[in-house]
């Protein structure tokens, strides 16, 4: 993303990475019709602004960029060099951009109706959080240097909006490397418990919001999802913690497929039922003739949740511990309706 620096480099600033320092000049080019100005990408640009100097030893630095434009350049992605018509001939006063009609799709690309609802749903989901603090304030920092960036430039980053209210506060404590406390109910417990954890990585998986931090009631890592956290995301004052591994988000990553693809569910479902239609999408295995379909999961309350919604449309045929789950699930309901009868 784009950042806003005050001046030199920060000391104990971790490395950005290649990627992050591309996608964000990409980024910032496209915030504009005019261009940017070299000074003006180096001094406001995630990547180069965190060891621009203002006095202008940054050789090194411009170095950087000329090979970041080609490499751009390679990906396929149009940046324009626009001379100045004041200042010819001079290199200082070059701006760079990426013309928005040339970075479109081409008209003969075409997507599918489940293509786009899938796109669709990858942009819900990013539609608050794609811009992070540092990136929202590079975006002042050009308009405060007379460039108004697009409006649409945020459609190029994820359009996602955030279902889980803990997102937000967990994503600026993980920017700051704060510690936060809230209240975690897992199920099998009673009630809500009181955490304390270093936010290390916030990973979408499966659709859902997860949590990867270092839990310091337990003095060990812990996946949290964050449909799972009850009332406000608090920062603990005085607490921070060191950056993670760069690499974190794709170990976290592995792990929960590594997850699902151990929990392994044999389910009988009725021929004809929306059961069958949408749990046999996910199907890894299906016996026809017996009607038994063969689904990883993840975590073993929610499948359970999902697979009572469809009452007698399933039946779960192994593990024990899921049919249990779900048997339990849909005694709670039928006891309800008897209470309910009675009153």
Do not use: C
Request: glycine share 8%.
């Amino acid at each position: 993303m784009i950042a806003s620096v005050s001046g030199a480099s920060r000391k104990g600033e971790p490395r950005i990475p290649v990627e992050d320092r591309l996608f964000s000049l990409v980024l910032a080019l496209l915030a504009t019709e005019a261009g940017l100005l070299k000074s003006e990408i180096l001094s406001s640009v995630r990547g180069y602004a965190e060891r621009y100097d203002p006095a202008g030893q940054n050789a090194n630095l411009e170095r950087q960029f000329e090979r970041d434009k080609d490499d751009i350049r390679e990906l396929g992605i149009p940046l324009e060099t626009v001379e100045s018509p004041d200042r010819p001939g001079d290199n200082q006063a070059l701006r760079y951009r990426i013309p928005k009609g040339q970075y479109d799709l081409p008209d003969a690309v075409r997507f599918t109706p489940d293509e786009l609802t899938l796109l669709g749903l990858a942009a819900e989901v990013w539609r608050e959080a794609s811009l992070s603090a540092d990136s929202q304030r590079a975006l002042t920092k050009l308009r405060s240097l007379g460039i108004e960036p697009r409006e649409p430039v945020i459609g190029y980053a994820p359009r996602l909006r955030v279902r889980d209210a803990a997102f937000e506060p967990l994503r600026q404590a993980l920017d700051r490397r704060q510690t936060v406390r809230f209240h975690y109910f897992k199920p099998g417990e009673g009630a809500a418990r009181e955490r304390t954890v270093d936010p290390l990585a916030v990973v979408l998986h499966e659709a859902r919001w997860h949590l990867h931090g270092f839990d310091h009631g337990v003095k060990a890592p812990r996946t949290f999802l964050l449909s799972r956290i009850i009332g406000p995301v608090e920062a603990v004052p005085g607490m921070t913690f060191d950056p993670p591994p760069a690499d974190i988000q794709d170990r976290i990553l592995a792990e929960l497929d590594e997850l699902r693809l151990g929990n392994v569910a044999d389910l009988a479902v009725r021929a004809g039922s929306d059961a069958e239609v949408r749990l046999g999408k996910r199907a890894v295995l299906r016996d026809e003739d017996a009607g038994v379909i063969r689904l990883h999961y993840t975590d073993a309350a929610i499948f359970a949740d999902e697979l009572s919604a469809y009452g007698p449309e399933v039946r779960v045929i192994a593990p024990v511990e899921l049919r249990d789950a779900v048997r339990d699930r849909l005694a709670a309901v039928a006891g309800a309706h008897r209470d309910r009868g009675g009153a």
